[in-house]
């Protein structure tokens, strides 16, 4: 019997099917044994189940939950989005070569920097929105290209087919970062990616209590993806149960949390567009931003919650915006029910970010609310 393929917002409901089997309970207990038992024969009583390091019910519910809606072949989690990054980095091997797209997630071009030094690998750094200078880097071989969709801070799009094909034609696996658009609204396996990753941090759990990371491959026999299992099972770099179960909790709501942050982020961004006070607004949804049709065709159901604008007048004017927010919370971090605006040169004034530049990740308040926040925030001094 086939199983009838459900919609991201029922399988998100029902968790994918967990349930707490022992108590016949609608919602799954917390497997929290770091060992299992052994018969009198000592074989295993459940053959899956050796030892926490890799085997916990719990953390694989919550996968099979990403899994589906990723419609990806195999998916396993970490315990932040860089534990993910770096266990795919990992698999590259002594003088292989990485390209990253440029100006993306700085954690990630920081890492990858440092890692490519230590181990003499060589790394590439593209301007990926550019389809052409992705072809470019992948006429030579390479092993691995990594792109992040939509990019943030700069919400730039790439289009993932197109640089699917160019690094078949380096040899190369193609990796995106789907952070900024989930599994709900882009789904990179399905344009030909090897591997998406998500740090399940932002929206997946979606309420700031969680860090995780995931990883999901299109062909789980493939190289690497067997040298992700061993290096998840060998360096231990597992999610905690708890977490595994607190996750699982939030993505019931995700498709539904998702559908009002994509309201409220096309709204506010046609809204801030519209203001004196604002110099630019990136976000793929607006008609003129240069992504705009590649998003439309990459994306479903909204063009998503994370968004940057300039503000006129430079560190000072952006600070005293950001300062006077009250309902709009100054943090960093982005994808929770709150929404949260970021200073990011203060956060990272190493990697060219412009001083007037806020990074807004938009929650699921009233956006009249929201609306009102900043219109204060914008006013005049
Ligand atoms: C936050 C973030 C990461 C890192 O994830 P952590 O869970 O913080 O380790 C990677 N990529 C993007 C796009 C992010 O926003």
Not at 119 to 141: G, Q, T, Y
Request: charge should be negative.
């Amino acid at each position: 019997m086939t199983e009838p393929r459900l919609k991201p917002a029922s399988i998100a409901a029902h968790a994918a099917g967990a349930k707490d089997a022992a108590a016949a309970g609608v919602v799954p207990g917390i497997s929290v044994s770091t060992t299992y038992l052994r018969g009198p024969d000592y074989a295993l009583q459940r053959p899956d189940n050796i030892y926490g390091r890799d085997e916990n019910d719990t953390v694989r519910q919550a996968e099979e939950v990403l899994r589906q809606l990723e419609g990806a072949a195999a998916t396993r989690l970490f315990p932040s989005g860089m534990a993910a990054v770096a266990a795919l980095a990992r698999t590259v091997p002594r003088d292989g070569r990485i390209i990253v797209q440029s100006g993306i997630y700085y954690g990630v071009t920081h890492f990858l920097r440092q890692f490519c030094a230590r181990r003499d690998l060589k790394l590439d750094e593209v301007e990926a929105s550019d389809i052409d200078a992705v072809r470019h880097a992948c006429a030579a071989p390479a092993d691995l290209l990594w792109i992040e969709v939509p990019s943030n801070p700069w919400l730039r799009m790439v289009d993932i087919a197109a640089a699917a094909e160019a690094a078949r034609g380096a040899g190369a696996a193609l990796a995106v970062d789907a952070t900024a658009a989930t599994p709900v609204l882009m789904r990179p396996l399905e344009m030909g990616a090897d591997f998406v990753m998500h740090s399940a941090t932002k929206a997946i759990n979606g309420h700031s209590d969680v860090l995780a990371g995931v990883l999901s491959c299109a062909d789980p026999d493939s190289a690497m993806w067997q040298a992700v299992l061993a290096d998840r099972h060998d360096a231990g770099a597992i999610l905690g149960p708890f977490e595994a179960w607190l996750l699982m909790r939030g993505m019931r709501t995700l498709p539904l949390r998702l559908e009002r942050m994509c309201q409220n982020a096309q709204h506010l961004a046609g809204w801030l567009a519209a203001q004196d006070a604002v110099e630019a607004v990136y976000y793929p949804g607006l008609a003129d931003h240069p992504g705009h049709a590649v998003a439309a065709r990459q994306m479903q159901g909204g063009f998503g919650y994370l968004m940057s604008f300039l503000v006129h007048g430079g560190h000072a004017a952006a600070a005293r915006v950001a300062g006077r927010l009250s309902l709009i919370q100054r943090a960093t971090s982005l994808g929770g029910v709150e929404s949260l605006i970021e200073h990011r040169h203060v956060i990272e004034p190493q990697s060219g970010i412009p001083e007037n530049l806020l990074r807004f990740a938009v929650g699921i308040e009233d956006v009249r609310d929201l609306i009102a926040d900043l219109e204060q925030a914008l006013a005049a001094p």
